[in-house]
């Protein structure tokens, strides 16, 4: 758990066995990103790549939004956007940004965010950068840059965008910077379900239960191979990773284990060895 100076907790982590629960916690703000929150998810998801304990994140804001992006009704958030602030002010502030969605990817557990209310420009970016999103009916979501003079291109939304819904909806919403509903971001396949808002955290408990009875090297290498894999040079470099992290899952007691609990039909006992 995480702290301004006012000692109110920017970000809440909550520990449920393997599962880390992490609550954007500026509602009153709508979670809008200020320096300190902006500091704390830094060093959260560049943390992570340590963590054996954590096997699945989930993100989630508090109040009635996700989050409304970057802050700008706080001076120093507003004086270092790329609009303002000096060119070497500007990019250091801006690449601190982006650091959090590149840690995200790069980090091997699995994160589902959970959307309701506002997920605009780098809230909307959060959420691209997620493993997994679960939409509440409330959701609204929008690449916000390009309505305050600078691009829509931002925080990843240019890689991710494309990627998730194709090149001509991500222009529409990169030019216009129009908000999406959970319905059309569900229809259009932004997201993996809608749910009531109040249903959020049930709908994330199933997936989280059916990724908790795999084993840890295999689900760490799950994510791997799909990030690396939405850029592979073709199928023959996708499948020379999926033989090589079968060939090394297949070498570990927890291959072992996932054959016993097969024929047995009893629960697996991972060990991650």
């Given at each position: 758990m995480t702290k301004s100076a006012s000692d109110t907790p920017r970000l809440l982590i909550e520990a449920r066995g393997p599962v880390e629960w992490v609550t954007l916690n500026r509602p009153d703000a709508l979670n809008a990103l200020n320096p300190g929150m902006i500091e704390d998810l830094r060093d959260y998801f560049l943390g992570l790549p340590d963590r054996r304990d954590v096997r699945i994140v989930v993100l989630r804001g508090a109040g009635r939004a996700f989050c409304a992006g970057l802050d700008l009704k706080n001076e120093s958030s507003a004086n270092d956007t790329a609009s303002g602030g000096g060119v070497q002010r500007g990019l250091k502030t801006q690449r601190r940004i982006a650091e959090i969605v590149m840690a995200m990817r790069r980090c091997p557990q699995p994160i589902i965010s959970l959307i309701q209310g506002a997920a605009c420009g780098g809230g909307f970016s959060l959420a691209l950068a997620s493993d997994i999103r679960i939409a509440g009916e409330s959701a609204r979501?929008?690449?916000?840059?390009?309505?305050?003079?600078?691009?829509?291109?931002?925080?990843?939304?240019s890689y991710f965008l494309p990627r998730l819904v194709g090149a001509s909806l991500a222009a529409e919403l990169i030019l216009t910077g129009k908000f999406i509903s959970a319905e059309r971001a569900l229809r259009v396949g932004l997201v993996a379900q809608v749910v009531p808002d109040a249903g959020l955290e049930a709908a994330a408990q199933e997936d989280i239960d059916l990724m908790l009875t795999t084993s840890p090297l295999g689900l760490r290498m799950s994510k791997?191979?799909?990030?690396?894999?939405?850029?592979?040079?073709?199928?023959?470099?996708?499948?020379?990773?999926?033989?090589?992290?079968q060939i090394l899952c297949a070498q570990t007691e927890d291959f072992r284990e996932g054959l016993k609990s097969f024929l047995t039909r009893k629960p697996p006992v991972w060990k991650d060895a």
């Amino acid at each position: 758990m995480t702290k301004s100076a006012s000692d109110t907790p920017r970000l809440l982590i909550e520990a449920r066995g393997p599962v880390e629960w992490v609550t954007l916690n500026r509602p009153d703000a709508l979670n809008a990103l200020n320096p300190g929150m902006i500091e704390d998810l830094r060093d959260y998801f560049l943390g992570l790549p340590d963590r054996r304990d954590v096997r699945i994140v989930v993100l989630r804001g508090a109040g009635r939004a996700f989050c409304a992006g970057l802050d700008l009704k706080n001076e120093s958030s507003a004086n270092d956007t790329a609009s303002g602030g000096g060119v070497q002010r500007g990019l250091k502030t801006q690449r601190r940004i982006a650091e959090i969605v590149m840690a995200m990817r790069r980090c091997p557990q699995p994160i589902i965010s959970l959307i309701q209310g506002a997920a605009c420009g780098g809230g909307f970016s959060l959420a691209l950068a997620s493993d997994i999103r679960i939409a509440g009916e409330s959701a609204r979501m929008n690449c916000a840059y390009i309505r305050i003079g600078l691009g829509g291109c931002d925080i990843g939304s240019s890689y991710f965008l494309p990627r998730l819904v194709g090149a001509s909806l991500a222009a529409e919403l990169i030019l216009t910077g129009k908000f999406i509903s959970a319905e059309r971001a569900l229809r259009v396949g932004l997201v993996a379900q809608v749910v009531p808002d109040a249903g959020l955290e049930a709908a994330a408990q199933e997936d989280i239960d059916l990724m908790l009875t795999t084993s840890p090297l295999g689900l760490r290498m799950s994510k791997e191979a799909l990030n690396i894999n939405l850029d592979a040079g073709g199928i023959e470099a996708a499948i020379a990773l999926e033989d090589r992290n079968q060939i090394l899952c297949a070498q570990t007691e927890d291959f072992r284990e996932g054959l016993k609990s097969f024929l047995t039909r009893k629960p697996p006992v991972w060990k991650d060895a």
